[in-house]
DNA sequence: CGCTAGAAGCAAGGTCTTTGCGTTAAGGCT
DNA sequence: AGCCTTAACGCAAAGACCTTGCTTCTAGCG
C-alpha cells in the first residue's frame, strides 16, 4: 500500500537528496549505500529493502534529473521549435553529466520502467512541438517519425559512439526529417 | 607489455569460459567474482587486478558474444540484403538473452570502448552489403545514413521502449531509408 | 643462462550486503 | 476519538564480497 504522504515519502525525499548532494560532493564513483544512507539520516538497510541496490537507487534519481523542467520554446514554426529542441537536447545528453545520468537511468533498470520514462519525457516534449504546428495549421509528421529520425540516432551516438557531436548533426537529422517524403511538406512558414 | 600466447592468455580463456558456462548453469543474476573465479581455477584477486569489476568482465564477455561470426547473406540486391540484415539484428537483440548481453556489453563500460566495438560491427556489417550493392551497379546510402535510418530506431526502441517489435518495424525502416531522398533510387533490380 | 618485469597466488583486513526480529507510524474501521 | 492492521523502518549480527601488500612464478630478453 502507497503511503504517499507519509514516512515513506520522507525517507525517499531524504535519500534523494542525499544522493544528489553526495553527488557533487564525492563524486557519482565513491557513492555507497551506507554512504548516502548516513546522510539521509537512514539505516543501509533501510536504502537495500526499498531499491535493493544502488545502481536502481541511482537510476530513479537519473531519471528525475532528465526529466524536463519546462515545455520547450516556442519560435513560431515547427522547423525553428525541433531544431531548438534537438539541440538542446543534444547538447544536455552529450555533457559529461548527461551521460552519466543517462547510464545510470538504463543500468539500474530491470524491468525497464524507468528507461520508459525518460522517453516518454522526450516524447511529450515533441508532442507539445507538434501540435502546436498543427494548430499554427503546419503539416506536422508523426510522434514517432521524430523518434526514428531524429531523437534516435542521436541517442545511438551518445550511447555507441566515442566521436564527439555538435549542434550541426541535430540540424541536419532535423532537415532531414522535414524535408524527406514522411515530413510536412514546408509551408509558407520560413524552415 | 601483452603476452598472447602465455599465461595470461589461458586466464583469460578460462575466465571468459567459466562465465559463458556459469551464465547458463546458474543464471547470470547468480554470477560473482569468486564464484567465476572457482570455476575458472583461478583466485579472485586476479579477476579483481584484470578487470576491476564484475561488470567490466561481463562487458568483455557479452562484447564477444555479440561479434557476428559470418558476414551477412548476399540475396543479390540491396534491399533484400538490407531487409534480412535488419530482421536478423532485430530478432537478436530483442531475445532476452540479446537484451542481457547489450546491456551488460554497455554497463560495465566505463571510456565506452566496449560500446564504440558493437557499434563498430554492425557498421562492419552494414558496409558490406552497401559494397556489394556498389558493385553490383546499385546506388547505395552512406553507412552513417543506414545507422541514422536503420539501426538507431531499433536500438533506441530496444533500450528506452517497453513494446515489442516485430520484423515489421525492421522492414518499415529499410523501406524509409530506400525510398527517401537520400538513399538509393531503385535501379532495376528487384526491391 | 641469468635477468627483468608483468602477472598470478595468498592472506588479512575492511567494507558492503543480507536477513531476522522488534518497533514505529500511517491509514482504515467502528 | 480511539483501536487495529500492516507496511515500512531501525538495529544488529552474520556472511559475502572487495581491496591490498607481499610473495612466487613465468614469459621474454640480453
Redesign the interface.
Known amino acids: 500500500m502507497a503511503r504517499p504522504g507519509g514516512r515513506s515519502a520522507r525517507v525517499q525525499e531524504a535519500v534523494h537528496g542525499a544522493v544528489r548532494e553526495l553527488e557533487s560532493e564525492v563524486g557519482r564513483d565513491a557513492l555507497t549505500v551506507p554512504l548516502v544512507a548516513a546522510r539521509a539520516g537512514v539505516t543501509p538497510s533501510t536504502i537495500y529493502r526499498r531499491w535493493g541496490d544502488l545502481r536502481e537507487l541511482l537510476s530513479d534519481v537519473a531519471v528525475e534529473r532528465l526529466r524536463p523542467e519546462a515545455p520547450p520554446d516556442d519560435h513560431g514554426a515547427l522547423a525553428a521549435d525541433l531544431t531548438t529542441w534537438a539541440e538542446q537536447f543534444l547538447d544536455e545528453m552529450t555533457s559529461p553529466p548527461g551521460r552519466a545520468y543517462l547510464?545510470d537511468a538504463?543500468?539500474g533498470d530491470p524491468d525497464?520502467?524507468n528507461?520508459?520514462r525518460?522517453?516518454a519525457y522526450a516524447a511529450d516534449q515533441i508532442d507539445v512541438i507538434l501540435a502546436r504546428a498543427t494548430e499554427r495549421g503546419e503539416r506536422a509528421p508523426d510522434v514517432e517519425t521524430v523518434?526514428?529520425?531524429v531523437?534516435?540516432?542521436m541517442?545511438?551516438?551518445i550511447?555507441?559512439?566515442?566521436s564527439p557531436l555538435d549542434s550541426d548533426y541535430a540540424h541536419h537529422?532535423v532537415a532531414?526529417l522535414l524535408?524527406?517524403?514522411?515530413g510536412a511538406a514546408s509551408d509558407g512558414t520560413d524552415a
Open positions: 547510464r538504463l543500468l525497464g520502467s528507461a520508459g525518460c522517453s523518434i526514428d529520425h531523437v534516435s540516432p541517442m545511438y551516438r550511447l555507441f559512439r566515442p537529422l532531414g524535408d524527406g517524403p514522411v
